[in-house]
T-cell receptor, first 109, second 113 residues
Framework: GENVEQHPSTLSVQEGDSAVIKCTYS??????FPWYKQELGKRPQLIID?????GEKKDQRIAVTLNKTAKHFSLHITETQPEDSAVYFC????????FGTGTSLTVIP | NAGVMQNPRHLVRRRGQEARLRCSPM?????VYWYRQLPEEGLKFMVY????????ESGMPKERFSAEFPKEGPSILRIQQVVRGDSAAYFC???????????FGPGTRLTVL
């Protein structure tokens, strides 16, 4: 089955700085890579996704890159704001997803 | 356009009792997924269902756990003879017939005393 690893597990940045979260996956059949943001006690919310036929996707301050050869993908958040503080999960899969273990991001005002 | 609904939001059971968790997918969605999240951990895939069919249950424990998605009504995750280790948040997600995006419900927080 798929195995998704995510780093770092915790990340603190100053407001306005960039944050980068990295994930690797093992199953070359995976073709869909979503990122979710989860605030304490809330449901995971999809913030951006990328498919295997695309190398990079951007939505305002959030971007995701995918390297299928190396089997890794990354989330980039620029100009971070305190409201970006949350746990971020990457996932990989084809029909069902396998999630990384999460990155707790803290943006320090 | 209601999102994914789950009930109850909180469920307390004593060891040995049964827990029934319900999930109503978004309108037009025919695929349902169940995930378990232990405190401060990630989401673990349990089962993927379509109407009246279990597509993939590779993440489900072999005993005590079962899931269904009947032709009418919500999807149900059933845990028999609960133990303390079953305490977790159980999330369901749904997706449309075509497309990959999964949208999550608010979760059911199960506490086993």
């Amino acid at each position: 089955g798929e195995n998704v690893e995510q780093h770092p597990s915790t990340l603190s940045v100053q407001e306005g700085d960039s944050a980068v979260i990295k994930c690797t996956y093992s199953d070359s059949a995976s073709n869909y890579f979503p990122w979710y943001k989860q605030e304490l006690g809330k449901r995971p919310q999809l913030i951006i996704d990328i498919r295997s036929n695309v190398g990079e996707k951007k939505d305002q301050r959030i971007a995701v890159t995918l390297n299928k050869t190396a089997k890794h993908f990354s989330l980039h958040i620029t100009e971070t704001q305190p409201e970006d503080s949350a746990v971020y999960f990457c996932a990989a899969g084809r029909n069902q997803f396998y999630f990384g273990t999460g990155t707790s991001l803290t943006v320090i005002p | 356009n209601a999102g994914v609904m789950q009930n109850p939001r909180h469920l307390v059971r004593r060891r040995g009792q049964e827990a029934r968790l319900r999930c109503s997918p978004m309108k037009g969605h025919s695929h349902v997924y169940w995930y378990r999240q232990l405190p401060e951990e990630g989401l673990k895939f349990m089962v993927y269902l379509q109407k009246e069919n279990i597509i993939d249950e590779s993440g489900m424990p072999k005993e005590r756990f079962s899931a269904e998605f009947p032709k009418e009504g919500p999807s149900i995750l059933r845990i028999q003879q609960v133990v303390r280790g079953d305490s977790a948040a159980y999330f369901c997600a749904s997706s449309p017939p075509v497309g990959d995006e999964q949208f999550f419900g608010p979760g059911t927080r199960l506490t086993v005393l």
